[in-house]
């Protein structure tokens, strides 16, 4: 007789589901074979599970079948059975192993990830965590967590060597790497959604997209493409840079840099800018509006001397989209 698997679609993680849903609108249909292979790739699913992963899909009207094509998912209705799920404490198991069963419940349920940050020897692990309200990953260390067991662990089970445990099983979990984290070449994440700047298409934003900051503004498709922002209908921005910068070739430069700003897959060009000018010139009028277009929370503000002569420095550059500072320090830069 064939082997049979009951599955509960509130234990399936959500990231197989949702890479599956972005093929899905890109295309209008995925075969179910495709499917199936996204299920069981880095997962520990079989394709016997995976059957019945879409069995049980199909049953409680979560995803609609047409002979050998997934036609729709229903990532909402998927997301909150995936919510709804609460870990099956066991008060007689070990503090250890149900720290570790813990562990495995939130990075699988709960959207918690260990994520290795740099390499060799300067390598280390930090937990980070999924905000469902701004569909972006940040660095959480156990605040999440903490917050989660206390929710939802029996009280007697709450106390600092649990804590203590379910740490240590979170950052020897098998990480993904910072590398891992973030958009895809060509893609700025707004408030609406995903926008590709080659095809000026959107996007849902989904946790499997690893999103580190979304720019604060909509996108809403122009008529005509405008590589100018004196055609932006922002008549008082061309004035004041008219004025603050003359020389038609320096404010072009100035534009290209705003742009690099929204390069958050790439640094190839390695350039930084530095404004030089009397008091009052527009430097800083300059500095805080592009500061808003990008995001203040998407912004650090940390002087040359504390790039080059601290180690995390450099680690804020790679998380946020910009750096900017608007005074230089006197302190001499040691590397």
Known sequence: MPKTVE????????????????????????????????????????????????????????????????????????????????????????????????????????????????????????????????????????KKPKRIAKSELPRRMFNTNFINQLENNLESSIPIQFSEMGLQRDKIPLNNGILDVKTLELEDINQSDYVLNRIPVDFNQPENFVDSYENLGCPKWGEFLKESVPDEQQRKKLQEFVGYTLMHWSTKYEKALMLLGPTDSGKGVFLNTVEHLIGPKNVCNHGLQYLANKMWGRQDLASNMANIRHDLDTELISK
């Not at 016997?48 to 069995?55: E, G, L, M, R, V």
């Not at 049980?56 to 998912?73: C, H, P, R, W, Y």
């Not at 918690?112 to 309200?133: L, N």
Request: no cysteine; hydrophobic share 35%; aromatic share 8%.
């Open 7 to 142: 599955v509960d679609p509130s234990n399936v993680p959500l990231e197989p589901i949702e890479k599956a849903n972005k093929i899905l609108q890109q295309k209008n249909s995925l075969p179910l074979a495709k499917f199936k292979e996204i299920l069981t790739e880095n997962t520990p699913f079989s394709q016997t599970t995976a059957k019945a992963i879409i069995q049980a899909f199909n049953d409680q009207g979560l995803i609609e079948v047409n002979k050998q094509s997934l036609k729709t998912l229903r990532m909402q209705e998927i997301k909150r059975k995936v919510d709804s799920q609460e870990f099956d404490a066991d008060s007689d198991m070990p503090v250890a192993e149900q720290a570790s069963y813990f562990a495995d419940y939130l990075i699988e349920h709960r959207r918690i990830k260990p994520v290795e940050i740099g390499e060799g020897s300067e390598s280390r692990v930090q937990i980070w965590s999924y905000d469902e309200t701004k569909g972006t990953w940040h660095k959480d260390g156990m």
